[in-house]
C-alpha cells in the first residue's frame, strides 16, 4: 500500500512538470514580491497621580470644646499633580464603620438614636474651587439606611457626587430636613496639575442643644481621594 501512494505522487509530479509550460501561459507569474523589513520595539510606562497635603496643615481635624451656635472650621492645604488629564478631589467616609453611623446614622439606627447629634449639629465642607459642597443642619438620614428617598419625611436634596444639603437648622418646633452626610462627596471637578487648595470644614452645635457639656462626640476617620477627572470612585 505504501509503494502505490508514493507511485501516484510520483506520477502527479511528473505530470505537473510536463504541463508546465501550459500553466505559465495563462497564469500571471508571481514570482517573489519585493519586501524590506524594519526592527522596532514598544514600550510604556504609567503616568503618575498624587495628592499631597501642605506640611503646615495637618488632616487630623479636632472641634474642641464647642459651644452652641458657634461653628469652629478647620481647614487642609492640599496640591494635586498628574503626569497627564486633570484631577477630581473627592471627601469620603467608610459609611460600614460605627464612627460614620453615630456621626449620621439613620433615624433610630440601632447604632446611635438619631444618627449621634441629628438636628442638634451642623456640618459643611467647601473646597476653595469646587465652592461649597455639602451642608446639613439635621445629620440623620431619614431611615436607617444611610440613604434618600424616604417618602413621607422631609429630605435635603443631594446628587449623585454627594453635592447638596441643607443649611436649614433646629430651632425649636418642625425638624430641618433629614441629611445625612454622604459617604463620598464630590468637592472639586477638573483640577489642573498643580492646582494647589483649601478643603474648609465646618462643624457645630445649633443654639437649642443645651443638655450636652463636655461629651466627647467621638474621631470619624475620613479620606481625600484625588481621582481621574470624569472617572467616578469605584
Given at each position: ?109 440601632p447604632a446611635y438614636a ?16 469646587g465652592g461649597t459642597a ?82 466627647d462626640e467621638g474621631t ?15
Amino acid at each position: 500500500m505504501q509503494k502505490a501512494m508514493l507511485l501516484k505522487l510520483g506520477g502527479f509530479v511528473t505530470a505537473l512538470c510536463a504541463t508546465g509550460a501550459l500553466i505559465a501561459a495563462t497564469v500571471p507569474a508571481t514570482g517573489a514580491y519585493f519586501s524590506d523589513a524594519k526592527d522596532g520595539s514598544l514600550s510604556a510606562t504609567s503616568g503618575h497621580l498624587s495628592l499631597a497635603i501642605d506640611p503646615g496643615t495637618t488632616t487630623a481635624l479636632s472641634f474642641a470644646n464647642l459651644m452652641p451656635g458657634t461653628n469652629q472650621t478647620e481647614k487642609i492645604h492640599y496640591a494635586v499633580n498628574a503626569s497627564a488629564g486633570n484631577v477630581d478631589l473627592w471627601l469620603t467616609f467608610d459609611s460600614s464603620s460605627a464612627a460614620y453611623a453615630q456621626f449620621t446614622g439613620g433615624r433610630y439606627s440601632p447604632a446611635y438614636a438619631e444618627g449621634g447629634l441629628g438636628r442638634y449639629g451642623y456640618f459643611s465642607v467647601a473646597d476653595s474651587h469646587g465652592g461649597t459642597a455639602f451642608t446639613s443642619g439635621n445629620l440623620a438620614f431619614a431611615d436607617g439606611t444611610n440613604t434618600y428617598g424616604i417618602t413621607g419625611k422631609s429630605q435635603c436634596t443631594v446628587d449623585s457626587n454627594g453635592r447638596g444639603g441643607s443649611a436649614t437648622i433646629f430651632t425649636g418646633g418642625a425638624y430641618p430636613p433629614y441629611c445625612g452626610v454622604p459617604s463620598r462627596i464630590l468637592l472639586a471637578s477638573n483640577l489642573a496639575s498643580g492646582t494647589d487648595g483649601l478643603v474648609s470644614i465646618t462643624f457645630g452645635l445649633n443654639g437649642v442643644l443645651q443638655t450636652i457639656q463636655g461629651q466627647d462626640e467621638g474621631t470619624v476617620p475620613f479620606h481625600l481621594v484625588a481621582t481621574q477627572a470624569g472617572h467616578p470612585l469605584s
